[in-house]
Every structure is written in C-alpha cells, then in structure tokens.
C-alpha cells in the first residue's frame, strides 16, 4: 500500500491503537519514523520501540504505547506540517504546546528534536507534529 504521508499514517495508528486500549502498534520503518520515536521516547510519551524484519525483507516499528491508571500517555497528537503545505518555523517563531507541557517535533538542519532541544541549539525548521 502506498502512503503518502508516512508520519501522518504513524501518528494516526498511535492515537487509533491508544483509543483502544492497545499496548503495541505496527508502523512501517523508515528512519524518519524512527528519529519522530526516539523524540517520543526521550520525552516520554512511549515506553519504547523496537525495529523488527519481516521475511520479505521490510522492516516494521513496533511501538509500545504508556499509559497512567488507564489513560494514554498522550493525550492529543497532531500533524502540523503536512505534504500538501509545509510549515516551517525560525528559532523565535517556535511554538509552545498548552504553555511548555507540549511538545513540537521538528525536522531540522542537525536532525529531528523537540522544539526545547531546537531551542537550545538554536535552529529551526519544520514543525512536524504536536504531542500533548
């Protein structure tokens, strides 16, 4: 099947497969995905993920999703820069998800971060997503 927003379809599969209850969701790899995980990770939104080979030698994400006394770990996660209109930011124009609780992911010139690390290595680039 061919995608034509694969962060979208990551994104989508993580809120459907939180929306019920699921412990793990499969993504298909790239490492675009994997780099927009490791930021979920590290600011803790997931538990983990793990990058698995199927026998027709295409790789799948397996993510595995938190949750606190049964209620997801994120709570809302948007994709703001989509293929159709790209949305870029300089490092003044960053934004700040419910006044710093958030998290924007960025796609910049040193790799893909939240927007506290873009901030602190002052780069910008492109707001990926939103993570609430």
């Known amino acids: 099947m061919n995608v034509t927003d694969p962060i979208g379809d990551m994104l989508t599969r993580i809120r459907n497969a939180q929306q019920r209850g699921k412990s793990t969701v499969v993504s298909p790899s790239s490492r675009l995905r994997e780099r927009v995980l490791e930021v979920l990770q590290a600011e803790g939104y997931i538990r983990g993920y793990s990058v698995t080979q199927q026998g027709n030698n295409q790789a799948e994400l397996q993510v595995e999703l938190k949750y606190f006394d049964g209620e997801?770990?994120?709570?809302?996660?948007?994709?703001?820069?989509?293929?159709?209109?790209?949305?870029?930011?300089?490092v003044q124009e960053l934004p700040t998800i419910f006044n710093g609780l958030g998290v924007a992911i960025m796609s910049t010139s040193k790799g893909v971060m939240s927007d506290s690390e873009a901030r602190e290595q002052n780069v910008g680039g492109e707001v990926l997503c939103t993570v609430f």
């Open 72 to 90: 997801p770990g994120i709570r809302e996660i948007k994709r703001v820069s989509k293929p159709g209109r790209r949305v870029y930011a300089s």
